[in-house]
């Protein structure tokens, strides 16, 4: 399930580029704060991994680039996703509370939330990204330092680390493996403009909008449009909406 979250606000707003902290900060500060700490701390554990298990769109409506950020039209939306559906209510429990909200320093009004349920997910479908999805691995140079790496679509490692964090994801969610391990992705509009750097924290994170043909399994599939695909959802990767099949 997800939420779509529509803000308004008069005069103009501007956002930094890396606004991605700012947005995930706000998440966290409007969540019941068992709910804020369980997911910081711990997480949804597999093995040595540990996922948050939701993820969010960008801001989506008219942004325009001006003076080294973003001027954001209104209104405009942003979208939070989630398998454990107690995220999402007790987000929008919160936010009803206090429509009046700031977000990197803007002062914004909620207009409304809506819910959005997961839809019939089989066989193939067509996504666009609504935030960059990633993929990486950690390499060692050759004096010994650590290295990321992030991967292309064209790549073939793209398509199979992105399966590998799905299964993972979905053991650490319902604790047991899936009926099937069938799950693939390819790109179909994927072009150099769709690469995306993002500043997180500090660190350069490398994502890809555009669109994919993803197959799989229903279950697979519904868990990779609620939780996201890719790694470092919760910081505002991998949101994808779907657009046929």
Request: no cysteine; hydrophobic share 35%; aromatic share 14%.
């Given at each position: 399930m997800r939420i779509k979250i529509k803000f308004i606000h008069s005069g103009r707003i501007i956002v930094p580029f890396a606004y991605n902290e700012a947005i995930q900060g706000w998440i966290y500060r409007n969540l019941k704060r068992p709910l804020a700490d369980f997911l910081h701390d711990q997480g949804f554990i597999v093995g040595k991994r540990r996922f948050k298990l939701f993820t969010f769109s960008r801001l989506l409506g008219k942004i325009k680039v001006k003076n080294e950020a973003f001027e954001v039209g209104s209104p405009f939306y942003l979208i939070v996703s989630s398998p454990y559906n107690e995220i999402l209510q007790s987000l929008a429990e919160n936010l009803l509370k206090k429509p009046e909200v700031e977000i990197a320093g803007q002062r914004l009004f909620i207009e409304s939330i809506s819910v959005e349920f997961t839809p019939e997910l089989n066989g193939e479908t067509e996504i666009k990204m609504l935030s960059p999805v990633t993929v990486y691995s950690t390499l060692l140079t050759g004096n010994g330092r650590k290295k990321t790496y992030y991967y292309s679509p064209l790549e073939n490692e793209f398509a199979q680390?992105?399966?590998?964090?799905?299964?993972?994801?979905?053991?650490?969610?319902?604790?047991?493996?899936?009926?099937?391990?069938?799950?693939?992705?390819?790109?179909?509009?994927?072009?150099?403009?769709?690469?995306?750097?993002?500043?997180?924290?500090?660190?350069?994170?490398?994502?890809?909008?555009?669109?994919?043909?993803?197959?799989?399994?229903?279950?697979l599939l519904r868990l990779a449009y609620e939780a996201g695909l890719g790694a470092k959802n919760s910081q505002g990767f991998g949101c994808f909406e779907v657009v046929g099949r």
């Open positions: 680390l992105l399966k590998e964090n799905l299964l993972k994801k979905f053991r650490a969610f319902y604790q047991k493996e899936p009926e099937s391990a069938d799950f693939s992705i390819e790109p179909v509009r994927v072009s150099k403009k769709d690469e995306k750097i993002v500043t997180y924290k500090g660190f350069i994170i490398k994502g890809w909008m555009g669109r994919y043909r993803l197959a799989g399994t229903p279950e």
